[in-house]
Antibody
Framework: EVQVLESGGGLVQPGGSLRLSCAASGFTFSSYAMTWFRQAPGKGLEWVSTIDIGGGPYYADSVKGRFTISRDNSQNTLYLQVNSLRAGDTAVYYC?????????????????WGRGTLVTVSS | QSVLTQPPSVSGAPGQRVTISCTGGSSNIGAGYDVHWYQQLPGTAPKLLIYGNTNRPSGVPDRFFGSKSGTSASLAITGLQAEDEADYYCQSYDNNVSALFGGGTKLTVL
């Protein structure tokens, strides 16, 4: 079955760190760019970070310098290291597979999503 | 402007047709990037509903239609069913933000 499954969320104090994981199966993980999104309670979707097939990272301004995306193609796993966490980082974090539509570069869309992992930042 | 604007809510009776609009700007839809739509049922992850403005992935009913014109896009749902009650998000690429989502529209089936 083609799927991605996130893990690693939890309750962490402000200033703390976590490493989120996303295990992929059923497709050739190394051939796809991958992305992390988040959704704060009762709010909409927010793009967090993307990593391309060469390992090149892209970050939202809100997380730049605090979050690090990486991938291990031998383990078919995507990671997000989240540091210096703030209350505003509280959200469900989703990983998703990225596709590009047509010939226009960066015409991104996301066809496969995991169920998410909840990160709660609170003292 | 790095914003995609959607109405907060829409509603319709079973069997009716509803539309959800998504208005962007010169750095996203107006820059030539296409629009994609996602459905998020209560308590679940988003699901791709429409890609490349008008295309349905395998398994998505043909009651869902996407369109794009200028700096805006629309999602139409015909023959509304109770199971369509969900949040709907449009998404495009933005030169300033990368993947950009609209604020979401809550569809209520009356």
């Amino acid at each position: 079955e083609v799927q991605v499954l996130e893990s690693g969320g939890g309750l962490v104090q402000p200033g703390g760190s976590l490493r989120l994981s996303c295990a992929a199966s059923g497709f050739t993980f190394s051939s796809y760019a991958m992305t992390w999104f988040r959704q704060a309670p009762g709010k909409g979707l927010e793009w967090v970070s993307t990593i391309d097939i060469g390992g090149g990272p892209y970050y939202a301004d809100s997380v730049k310098g605090r979050f690090t995306i990486s991938r291990d193609n031998s383990q078919n796993t995507l990671y997000l290291q989240v540091n210096s966490l703030r209350a505003g980082d509280t959200a469900v974090y989703y990983c998703a597979r990225l596709l590009n539509w047509g010939s226009t570069p960066y015409n991104w869309y996301f066809d496969l999503w995991g169920r998410g992992t909840l990160v709660t930042v609170s003292s | 402007q790095s914003v995609l604007t959607q109405p907060p809510s829409v509603s319709g009776a079973p069997g009716q047709r509803v539309t959800i609009s998504c208005t962007g700007g010169s750095s996203n839809i107006g820059a030539g990037y296409d629009v994609h739509w996602y459905q998020q049922l209560p308590g679940t992850a988003p699901k791709l509903l429409i890609y490349g403005n008008t295309n349905r992935p395998s398994g998505v009913p043909d009651r869902f239609f996407g369109s794009k014109s200028g700096t805006s896009a629309s999602l139409a749902i015909t023959g509304l069913q109770a199971e369509d009650e969900a949040d709907y998000y449009c998404q495009s690429y933005d030169n300033n933000v990368s993947a950009l989502f609209g604020g979401g529209t809550k569809l209520t089936v009356l």
